[in-house]
């Protein structure tokens, strides 16, 4: 029988070694302080070099992907990422470029970050960004960050943000850590923003509203102008979240609806890959009042070479190392010199298309949120198949993990009982479409006749269903002595 863990199959004196150490004297350790030093080995496995390779191998086949298959994670935009832009990143001379060495050797990136910087600020309808942030989250209290600072510099201690109910959960956490008391908005019936009660919540202390539009029911705000309007002229800012920009790209600027900060995640509309725990970039942009107060390093061009603007007595300071993710930046500059102006609105498009098709097609199984077309997303209940059958929406995730698909957001908004956020993105065809949709009918039927069969899934993968609870509650998964291991204390 195959060991699983990779403690498991080692076994004492197994090494990889091409160059013998005999006579050299041990490098490095004459440097190090004796209380620096082991007293004994590290807790390692000791395997040959092809059963690392051959161990690791098959647990890549079985992680799932968006290159391996169909990814509909709702509000995450899980969409294929172009080879092209991987192979460019993967240049020696971008690849292999030093975040420290002179700017005048680093042209080159600093020309896409730049030219991407002005095409952001273009399809966004504002003044300027900064490639700084790391991911959405931070380019999230990057943005509340400066609207804090602008009413600082006004002489304006505002301290309350305005979230509506079905926000990304990121937005009240991050208007918290940024220092400010979060007031949530009610949604109306049609699971818009319901402008009457924002007009009763906005107060002389109100710092700015931090909504997305399309919202995260992927239902356009209609009345998002005079969502904005109704902030501003409390004195107050409108923040954008830019998960859902997908769906706009192209063809709607959020500048131009009146919005004073955006940030925008490059993984989810323009093609750079998505999670992992490798680099990200949240790029925040800005109208012009705010431009003064953005992070530093900025990239500018000067009269004879790019540059990087760091004297800015209005910053809020710096949040990365360097000037940002060079080579995400990048990946996303040959996606949208790739696709063009007519390229990014056939995006958007037939990612709403996508939405709606499947909307229809699954309609009649599962209640949607809300009637009538969505954007690039949308929202079903399986609240009826909860109450008459017993089976959850968790439940119908796992069962669609054995007809070869990632299930969609599950429990996401929490204003939608039993909710399953399903995003197609535009990158997939017809086929792929239809074949979702069948599992998931053949689901509901399950469901209904078989309900037991679908409460135990997954039956197909390669470990059966996990206990989410344990795993949330008990995080302890060190090695632990009798294991399997052969060296070390645990």
């Known amino acids: 029988m195959t060991a699983d863990t990779v403690f498991e199959k080692s076994h004492p004196g197994r090494r990889t070694t091409y160059v013998t150490s005999r006579g050299a004297p ?71 470029a030093h975040p420290l060495r002179p700017v005048r050797a680093a042209q080159g990136l600093l020309r896409t970050m730049y030219d991407t910087e002005r095409m952001l600020s273009h399809l966004c309808g504002l003044a300027r960004f900064t490639l700084q942030p790391a991911a959405g989250a931070q380019g999230e209290l990057c943005g509340m960050l400066m609207v804090r600072r602008y009413h600082w510099e006004r002489g304006e201690r505002r301290n309350t943000v305005i979230v509506p109910d079905s926000a990304h959960g990121t937005n009240p956490a991050t208007a918290a850590l940024a220092g400010f008391k979060v007031v949530i908005c009610p949604s109306s019936e049609e699971g818009l923003v319901d402008v009457a009660a924002l007009r009763g919540l906005v107060d002389d202390d109100l710092a700015g509203i931090m909504l997305t539009n399309p919202n995260t029911l992927g239902l356009f705000e209609r009345d998002i102008q005079e969502i904005c309007r109704v902030v501003h002229d409390a004195g107050g800012l409108a923040y954008y979240d830019g998960a859902n920009f997908n769906a706009l790209v192209g063809r709607f600027r959020p500048g131009d609806m009146g919005f004073d900060v955006v940030h925008l995640n490059l993984h989810k509309t323009f093609g750079t890959p998505h999670g992992g725990g490798g680099p990200g970039s949240g790029p925040v942009g800005v109208v012009e009042k705010l431009e003064p107060y953005l992070p530093v390093p900025l990239v500018t061009k000067g009269p004879e070479e790019f540059e990087l603007e760091e004297d800015r007595p209005q910053t809020i300071g710096r949040l990365n190392a360097f000037a940002g993710s060079a080579l995400v930046v990048l990946r996303a500059y040959v996606y949208l010199r790739l696709l063009g102006t007519d390229g990014l609105r056939e995006v958007s498009g037939m990612a709403v298309l996508a939405a709606n098709y499947l909307k229809q097609r699954l309609s009649e199984a599962y209640a949607p949120s809300h009637p009538g077309r969505c954007m690039h997303e949308f929202v079903l209940s399986a609240e009826r198949q909860s109450d008459d059958f017993g089976v959850r929406a968790l439940d119908v995730a796992k069962r669609l993990m054995d007809f070869g698909f990632h299930p969609p957001t599950m429990y996401f908004p929490l204003t939608v009982p039993e909710a399953l956020m399903i995003e197609p993105t535009e990158t997939e065809n017809l086929e792929t479409l239809d074949a979702f949709a069948e599992a998931m009918r053949r689901i509901a039927e399950e469901a209904e006749h078989s309900p037991e069969l679908v ?36």
């Open 26 to 96: 041990p490098a490095g350790l004459d440097l190090l302080p004796a209380g620096a030093l082991r007293d004994s080995p590290p807790m390692l496995p000791e395997l040959t070099e092809g059963e690392v390779v051959r161990h690791y191998t098959n647990l890549a086949r079985k992680n799932w992907a968006v290159d391996v298959g169909f990814y509909p994670l709702g509000s995450c935009t899980m969409k294929y990422n172009p080879r092209l832009a991987e192979q460019i990143a993967a240049w020696p001379e971008f690849s292999a």
């Open 455 to 490: 409460r135990a899934a997954p039956h197909d993968t390669p470990v059966g269903r996990l206990d989410e609870v344990a795993a949330a509650k008990d995080l302890n998964v060190r090695w632990k002595p009798g294991s399997g291991g052969t060296s070390g204390d645990a």
